[in-house]
Every structure is written in structure tokens, then in C-alpha cells.
């Protein structure tokens, strides 16, 4: 088994004020840190960086370096899967200790997006999507065809997409780290106005997730260094799962990524979804949410909003999704997503949650999607030690 037994994570959102290097060494040092583990005896580094573009740094994975002297000379690597690139990230870091390639890993997801003009960050996204027949298509284009799938086959589900925005807004409030700390009402989401404007019917500007700066660490290790640690969360289960890139052809509405590497994890990890106490979703676009509580086995396919009526993924209930805001309000810089929803949940199941902590988590998911439900990792995270 791995262990994940210390993490960073900067403040998301705007951050004009730091480069790309600054965040990797603020989220890099405060997870060593945490681990109670010197730089000297990190083995290996991955870099969780989506780049596209974005930034001028390009060849970034030394840039980890910067977090000690003593990690000069080390193997670091830059990681990418699109929006799943800080899961990718983990996930190989997570190989090598398996391996036993190294007994220390650091993981940082990273990004740098709020300093380009709107569109140039909306190009540099729709670089993940299917060049031949999809350039030119941003993102909320894309996930505007889910929801326009899903409503045809199910009715008008705005109602369903404005509770999701209005949860993840109200979770987003206790969590200092995220970049949105507002709270926006369930009317307000769900109306189209000038402060809401639709972006790609029906998804209004309320449905999208945030353009952000930030990053996110962990530090992994191997089973036998568990006595040399304070606090321990096992990487209980994986999945990673990749669909066609073309959506052409695919069933949009089955979700059929997401779907297939969610059952992997609980089958390799010996669960069902009923053993979960809390999740941290790619909610990307609150259609993606709704679609992922279906992947995940919480409702039955064009059952979703039903979960919502009934409280099961709200702030205490019986398994609440997203309680550090999500991307929809916590913020989504590309590379440090996966890492930062991996961090939120060791968080929870460690009892350091603070404001956000829902009482009695032991065990949670981490769901993180790249492109239109192209990449799909999954972590079943568990405590081990606190």
C-alpha cells in the first residue's frame, strides 16, 4: 500500500503576485512539512502542470527544486492528462513506490491562468478536446451537449444545475483556501440575468467552474516508513480509465468513463459506494456533477436530482460531495486540481478538516475528469493514522 501522510495547498484564485515557481515551492514545502519528512529523503517528483501554453515556463518539472536544496539532483517529471493531471500526477508517483522505484515521493500540481485574456485561456482548454472535428468549441460548448443529452432523455434539469451551484457556493464559504468564499442563493443560480448571464445554453455563467491560480502537495510514501509519521492515509484503491477523445459516437448521458473507473475502484478496493463518508468531485460544470452522482452509483441513471431533494450530498448528509466548494467556488487552476481534491479529502478523513469537517469520515472518493469525460481517475482514500 501507499501512504499519503502530508499535503499543502496555497489559496486559489487570482494570485498576479507569485509566478508558477513561487506556488510549486509554497504548496511543495508546507506538504513536507507536514509530513515531518526532510527534502533529503525524497526519492522522486512529479509535477502536476497542464500548461497548454498558459505560461512561459514551460519545462517545469525542476522547477520543484526550488522547494529545498537538497532535492537538486532528484528525478522529477511533469505529468498531464488534461483536467485530470494532478490525479495523473499522483497516481504515477503512487507506481514507483509500488515498484519500488522510491519509498518518498512529492507530488505539486500547479497553474498559472488568471494573467491571460479570457480567450486565450478558453483556446488553451480546448486544446484537450478532439482537434479534427471539435477545435474551436470552448468547454461550456461541450458540456452544454451533456446537458442538452440528459435533458432530452430526462426533462429540464436547471433546477437540479442551480442546486448544485447554489451547495458547492454555500461549502465554499468555510473553506479559506477557496477562491469564491460566497454564498450565492438557490434563485440567483437559477436565473438568467445580467450578473448570470448564459454562456452556452443552458449552462449559465453559475454552471461554470472558475479560471484560477494555485497549487497543491502531498508527500507518498511506502508501507514500512508508516512508524516514522504523525498521520497516515492509505490510497486504498485507484482506477484510471480513458474513453475516445471524438465525443461523436459516445453515449454522453451513460457517462461511460467515469462510470467504468468508479465501479474498478470499488472493486479493487472491496466497497461499494455506501462505504463512502464524504466525496470531492470534478464538478467542472454542475451537468458533470450531476452526472458523477450517477456514475458513482449514488441514483440511477436520470435519477441525480434526486439527491439533492433529499439532502444525501448536502453539507451533513449522508455523503456529501464537494464540502470545500469545488471547482464550482474553491477554484480550478488545471494542474492542481486532482492534488487539491486529494488533499481536501486526506483533510477530512484525518479530522483536519476544520470548518469544512463532516463528523465521522473515515473514508472518501476523489473523482477527477479530464477533457469531455476523456480521462477518468479515481482515489478511494482512507484513514490510517492520525
Known amino acids: 500500500m501507499v501512504y499519503i501522510v502530508g499535503w499543502g495547498h496555497t489559496k486559489f484564485g487570482r494570485l498576479s503576485d507569485q509566478s508558477l515557481e513561487q506556488l510549486i515551492v509554497e504548496a511543495g514545502r508546507e506538504a513536507l512539512a507536514d509530513a515531518g519528512i526532510p527534502a533529503a529523503e525524497v526519492d522522486g517528483m512529479w509535477l502536476g502542470h497542464f500548461n497548454a501554453g498558459m505560461v512561459d515556463d514551460g519545462f517545469a518539472s525542476s522547477l520543484m527544486m526550488s522547494i529545498d536544496p537538497d532535492l537538486r539532483f532528484k528525478p522529477a517529471v511533469r505529468v498531464e492528462n488534461a483536467c485530470a493531471t494532478g490525479s495523473a500526477a499522483i497516481h504515477a508517483a ?36 478532439y482537434q479534427r472535428t471539435e477545435a474551436g468549441i470552448s468547454f461550456p460548448g461541450v458540456f452544454a451537449e451533456f446537458a442538452k443529452a440528459y435533458f432530452a432523455e430526462y426533462g429540464d434539469q436547471s433546477m437540479a444545475l442551480a442546486q448544485i451551484a447554489a ?15 460566497k454564498p450565492l442563493d438557490l434563485e440567483f443560480c437559477a436565473t438568467e440575468s445580467d450578473r448570470n448571464p448564459m454562456i452556452a445554453a ?14 497543491a502537495a502531498v508527500v507518498l510514501v511506502a ?12 490510497i486504498r484503491s485507484v482506477a484510471h480509465v480513458n474513453d475516445l477523445l471524438p465525443m461523436a ?11 467504468r473507473a468508479m465501479a474498478l475502484a470499488y472493486e479493487r478496493a472491496g466497497i461499494t459506494v455506501n462505504d463512502m463518508d464524504v466525496a470531492e468531485v470534478h464538478d467542472c460544470f454542475t451537468i458533470a456533477e450531476l452526472l458523477i452522482y450517477e456514475a458513482m452509483g449514488l441514483a440511477p441513471r436520470g435519477q441525480g ?63 477527477n475528469m479530464g477533457g469531455a469525460a476523456v480521462a477518468a481517475h479515481v482515489s478511494i482514500l482512507e484513514v490510517a493514522k492520525t
Open 202 to 215: 443552458p449552462l449559465k455563467k453559475t454552471d461554470c467552474s472558475l479560471v484560477s491560480d494555485g497549487a
Open 167 to 181: 451547495k458547492n457556493h454555500g461549502n465554499s464559504v468555510n473553506n479559506p483556501l477557496a477562491q469564491l468564499q
Open 94 to 129: 503512487r507506481q514507483a513506490i509500488l515498484a519500488g522505484e522510491c519509498k518518498v515521493a512529492l507530488v505539486v500540481g500547479a497553474e498559472m491562468m488568471t494573467h491571460l485574456p479570457g480567450p486565450e485561456v478558453t483556446q488553451a482548454l480546448g486544446r484537450a478536446a
Open 305 to 367: 436530482a434526486s439527491l439533492l431533494r433529499d439532502g444525501v450530498v448536502q453539507a451533513g448528509g449522508r455523503l456529501p460531495v464537494n464540502l470545500s466548494g469545488g471547482l464550482k467556488a474553491k477554484g480550478h487552476p488545471i494542474g492542481a486540481t486532482g492534488v487539491s481534491m486529494h488533499t481536501m479529502v486526506a483533510r477530512q478523513v484525518t479530522g483536519q478538516a476544520d470548518g469544512m469537517q463532516h463528523p465521522d469520515a473515515n473514508m472518501g472518493l476523489v473523482f
Open 249 to 259: 459516437g459516445r453515449d454522453l448521458v451513460g457517462f461511460e468513463g467515469p462510470s
Open 223 to 234: 508501507e514500512d516508513l508508516l512508524g516514522d509519521v504523525q498521520k497516515a492515509v492509505k
